[in-house]
């Protein structure tokens, strides 16, 4: 009999979040599949297009079935509509219950930001008494604090409650990296085995090098190194800006950071270029679909990641860090834990401490002056750390072991 699996998700596609990629292959492991998620409007805010609060409801994708439910749109991006999307989508998931077929296997919540998204999972699941796992991709209430900076004590307090209550009603927790596994079998009060670490993996299509003569024409002549993902907080964005301008100060003068992507910190990093006076060292690309992102990397003579200091974002490896190492580029990592010792075990790039612009510049004028010899090398050993460690087969056979 074929197995059925409900996945829940606020994030799902023409939203480009790796679950699409999770459902495709489910789907071709001859698996069924329902997703109940949202309307997309991430990031920007704005329905996209084709999209309104009324729908479309149902859809296909590769496959599966979708059922939307409504939420309050992120527009503007301002403290209250995320507040209001956090909450609303949860809220509104609820009364879409319903709507699903059953017959399910198992439960699994693709738990990025908020971690109410996984309340209607639990709901669903214990309802139905079908084993439910929370993918917890973004600690909670630690990854809000990087996005709404909430000081007040009674609601952190709060925050800490609600979010300790979730984990410790799911059957099973995914964590993604040992640190994060540690702090959930803590908080979470579940024994080991109920706690497995199993990476964001990447999409194959990232390996694959895409080269645009046009695109890289545009860009020729530069010392490209490209950054692409969401513009929020916690990538610590004003970072990587300010070490760029101070490495080419410092005589890397053929240094350019090129942008790739949007979000909500889009027009402060903008409003920092002018005020440094950057725009000749700075540039936005804009947002282009996961599919084209290999045309960027193909030009770069290396990849940034970053992120805030925070030790709770260092429980966990950033997953644009797979898809830089499957694209065989020398990787800048701005961040502490989890993430920096995966780039310095690989031997595929040069690791600084979270928010260290100066650091981060050193290290930008490091990979400007080293030979190409000594680049093409560091892109290779990435590649190999990428192939043993975040290959999509592996990921998906993991992801199906353990939740079914």
Known sequence: MQKRILVVTQHFWPEAFRVNDLVEGFVQDGLA????????NYPAGEWFAGYRYSGPRK???????????????????????????????????????????????????????????????????????VPFTNYVLDLWPENLYSVLPVKNRFLRRAARAVSDWHYRRADKLIAMSPSLKERLVQRAKKPEAAVAVIPQHCEDFYAAPLPDPALAARYAG????????????????????RAAVTARAAGAE??????VGDGMSRGELEALVRELGAEGTVSFAGSVPPADIPRYT?????????????????????????????????????????????????GGGLTSPAQDAAALAENMLALYRMSEAGRAELGRRAFAWYQAHYRRRAVLDALENFIL
């Not at 329902?34 to 997309?40: A, E, K, N």
């Not at 956090?86 to 198992?106: D, E, H, Q």
């Not at 530069?222 to 800006?241: H, K």
Request: hydrophobic letters at 50%.
């Open 298 to 346: 193909s030009f770069a003579a290396g990849l940034v990641a970053s992120l805030s200091a925070s030790p709770d974002l260092g429980l966990t490896v950033p997953a644009k860090l797979a898809s830089y190492m499957a694209a065989a580029k020398p990787l800048l990592a701005s961040m502490d834990g989890e993430g920096a010792a995966a780039v310095a075990a690989s």
């Open 59 to 129: 859809e296909s994708y590769k496959g599966a079935a979708v059922y939307r439910a409504g939420e309050v749109r992120r527009k503007g991006n301002g403290g209250l509509r995320i507040f209001l999307n956090y909450v609303s989508w949860p809220f509104f998931a609820l009364f879409n219950l319903w709507r699903l077929p059953g017959g399910y296997s198992a439960v699994l919540c693709y738990n990025t930001s908020p971690v109410l998204m996984s309340f209607p999972a639990l709901v669903y699941a214990k309802l139905h008494r």
């Open 33 to 40: 599949v329902d997703v109940l998620c949202g309307l997309p």
């Open 222 to 241: 530069r010392f490209n190194l490209v950054f692409t993902g969401n513009f929020s907080p916690a990538q610590s964005l004003p970072t990587v800006i």
């Open 254 to 259: 053929r240094l350019q950071l090129v942008l």
